[in-house]
C-alpha cells in the first residue's frame, strides 16, 4: 500500500530562489548564535561548539594522531575562538577562522609533544640512577666534631 502513496507522489524541484531563501534563512540564524557567542550566551557557545565539534576534532586528530591530544586542541582552540570571537570582523568566515586556529594549536601541540619526547630520552638515563652523595664525612666524624 505504502507503495502505491509512493507512486503517485509527485515530486517537486527545489527551485533555485527556494534554495537561496533557505540558505539565506541559515545564514541568518548562524549570524545570530554567533552573535549571542559574542555576547557570553553560553547555550550559543554550545550550539556553535556541537556544530563544529566533529571536523574540527578530526582536523585535529589527523595532525595530533593522538585522541587525547585531539581533545585537548578541542578545548583550546573553542576556547581562544570564543575569546576571540569579538575580533574577527566577517562573521561569515567564521568556520575557516575557527579551523585555521585548530590546525595552529594542533600544529603547536606536535611541536610541544615532539620537543617533550627529545627531552624524555635525553632525561631518561638520570631519572634511573640513584643520587650519589659521596660526604666527605661519616655522621660519627660530625658528632666528634
Known sequence: MQENRLRNTTFQPVS???HSTSS?????????????CVK???HAQMQI?????KAMFNTAHRIVLDR????DVMQE???TAFEQ???LLDRSTFPAWLKRIVVNKSLNALRARKTYDGHKEEW???EEAEPSFDAPYTVQQIKEA
Not at 24 to 36: T, Y
Not at 49 to 53: A, C, F, G, R, V
Open 77 to 79: 582552540a573553542f576556547l
Open 49 to 53: 561548539y556541537h556544530l563544529y565539534y
Open 85 to 87: 570571537l569579538p575580533s
Open 40 to 42: 557570553g550566551d553560553r
Open 16 to 18: 533555485a530562489q527556494d
Open 124 to 126: 631518561s638515563g638520570s
Open 24 to 36: 539565506d534563512h541559515v545564514k541568518s540564524i548562524h549570524r545570530d548564535v554567533l552573535a549571542r
Open 68 to 71: 587525547h591530544d585531539a581533545e
